[in-house]
Structures are given as C-alpha cells and as structure tokens.
C-alpha cells in the first residue's frame, strides 16, 4: 500500500486528502459537480431484493422465503428446508459481497401487510444482527392438499452502529400447490 507523505515544515508526515468545500478544508474527499460538492464515498452499499418470490409444491413440503447472509449476498428459500437459489439480479445485499461484514448490520421485517411467515428469524418489527445468516420462510405442506401460503411485507437493513436505515423494500413470497 502507497502512503503519501507532505513535509509540513519540519519532518515528513503521512498526508491527509482535505479538500475545501466553499467555507473550510475538511478530510472528506468530494468534488464540485458544477453546481454542489458531492462526496465521493456517499454511495449507498445496499440493495434490497424487490418482487415477488415463488416456489410451487413438487413433492413434500414447499419451503418459499429469503435468506440474508451474513457475507452479504440474498438467497431464496427453495422447495426443501435447506434448499437456496440466488434470487436473481438483485442477489446481493451489500455491493461488497462476499467481503461484507454482516454483523455491521441488522435486519428486520419491518411489517406485514398480509399473510404470515411459518418461520422467521426475528418478530415482526425487531431488528436482529447480521453476524450469520437470517432466514424468513413460509412453507405449504402437501401437494395433495389444495392452497397457497403467501405474506407480503417490508424488509429493512440498517447500519448497526447508527440505527440508519439504509434500505426498505416490500416484498411477496408465495409457497404455491
């Protein structure tokens, strides 16, 4: 790794990025887009899975849900009770994946609007540290047995150590025969 050294009159020191915002030198790194100063580590790391998540009965109990791991990466809840597929394009909940350190974050879901998990990780509204993986999960039992398991709500990711909420989606997950 470079460090960057400045001689600040009588020795070399490692140097600090400051950049002036208009009014004072601050050691946030931004730059002026023309018309404000845009920081340039602002971005956002979270993406939330979005949609509706399906799985129809193929035998025994269907098992339809998410898992938010704790490497950062979102799975759905498949047919068995141990079987996870990417659930797609959005299959990350953190950008740095697989690198994440999920117990720097919580997760919740957040309401119901209607349904039911069979399982959760944590009640409704309570946040639940992402130091292993959180799985919510509705299942259906038989395909014999005529009906559907389905709940839609929101789930929340939030920074642990300041309570930001850093994304909020609503989701539907269907456990179909």
């Given at each position: 790794m470079a460090v960057s050294?400045?001689?600040?009159?009588?020795?070399?020191?490692?140097?600090?990025?400051?950049?002036?915002?208009?009014?004072?030198w601050v050691e946030k790194?931004?730059?002026?887009?023309g018309?404000?100063?845009?920081?340039?580590?602002?971005?956002?790391?979270?993406?939330?899975?979005?949609?509706?998540?399906?799985?129809?009965?193929?035998?025994?109990?269907?098992?339809?849900?998410?898992?938010?791991?704790?490497?950062?990466?979102?799975d759905t809840k498949g047919y068995g009770s141990t079987t996870?597929?990417?659930?797609?394009?959005?299959?990350?909940?953190?950008e740095d994946e697989p690198s994440a350190s999920g117990s720097l974050y919580d997760v919740r879901c957040a309401s119901i609007s209607s349904g039911s998990w069979t399982s959760s990780a944590a009640s409704t509204g309570t946040w639940i540290q992402l130091n292993?993986?959180?799985?919510?999960?509705?299942?259906?039992?038989?395909?014999?047995?005529p009906g559907s398991k389905i709940?839609?709500?929101?789930?929340?990711?939030?920074?642990?150590s300041t309570g930001e909420v850093l994304g909020s989606e609503t989701v539907t997950v269907r456990a179909l025969n």
């Open positions: 050294k400045v001689y600040n009159g009588s020795s070399w020191v490692v140097g600090v990025l400051k950049v002036y915002n208009g009014s004072a790194p931004a730059f002026y887009n018309s404000s100063w845009v920081d340039l580590y602002s971005g956002n790391p979270i993406t939330m899975p979005t949609g509706t998540f399906t799985k129809s009965n193929d035998g025994g109990t269907c098992y339809s849900g998410l898992v938010f791991r704790n490497d950062g990466s979102v996870y597929t990417q659930t797609g394009a959005g299959s990350l909940w953190h292993t993986d959180r799985h919510w999960y509705v299942s259906i039992a038989s395909k014999f047995s709940i839609t709500c929101v789930m929340e990711i939030r920074l642990r």
